[in-house]
C-alpha cells in the first residue's frame, strides 16, 4: 500500500523558511509527477508546484522564486523548500503523486502558519 507521510512544517516568522518533506513508501511502479498542493481555511486546495518524472517544474504565480520543489529518488523523498514566506502562504499542505498508472495518492497534510 502506497503512502506519503509529509513532514517539515510549523510556526515561521514572515521572511523566514521551512523545508517541508514528503517520503513516499510501497510499490509504485512508475511515477507521473509529484507536487504540493496547499488549502487555507475556507479557499480551496490549489497547486504550489510540481515536478514531473523528467524533473521539469512548474509553480503557481504566487510562489515563483521563492518556493522549489524538488525529489530525491533514491530516499523515495519529495522536498519543498519555502523561502520569503509570507502570511499569505499560511495553508495546511499537501503531497501528491501522481502514478502513471492507477489513482493519484496524497499524504496527510502539514500545517504552514507564517505569523509574527
Known amino acids: 500500500q502506497v503512502q506519503l507521510v509529509e513532514s517539515g512544517g510549523g510556526l515561521v516568522q514572515p521572511g523566514g523558511s521551512l523545508r517541508l518533506s514528503c517520503v513516499v513508501s510501497?510499490?509504485?511502479?512508475?511515477?507521473?509527477?509529484m507536487g504540493w498542493y496547499r488549502q487555507a481555511p475556507g479557499k480551496q486546495r490549489e497547486l504550489v508546484a510540481i515536478?514531473?518524472?523528467?524533473?521539469?517544474?512548474n509553480y503557481a504565480d504566487s510562489v515563483k522564486g521563492r518556493f522549489t520543489i524538488s525529489r530525491d529518488n533514491a530516499k523515495n523523498t519529495a522536498y519543498l523548500q519555502m523561502n520569503s514566506l509570507k502570511p499569505e502562504d499560511t495553508a495546511e499542505y499537501y503531497c501528491n503523486l501522481d502514478p502513471t498508472l492507477g489513482r493519484t495518492y496524497w499524504g496527510q497534510g502539514t500545517q504552514v502558519t507564517v505569523s509574527s
Open positions: 515536478i514531473t518524472n523528467g524533473g521539469n517544474t
Open positions: 510501497g510499490s509504485i511502479f512508475s511515477i507521473k509527477s
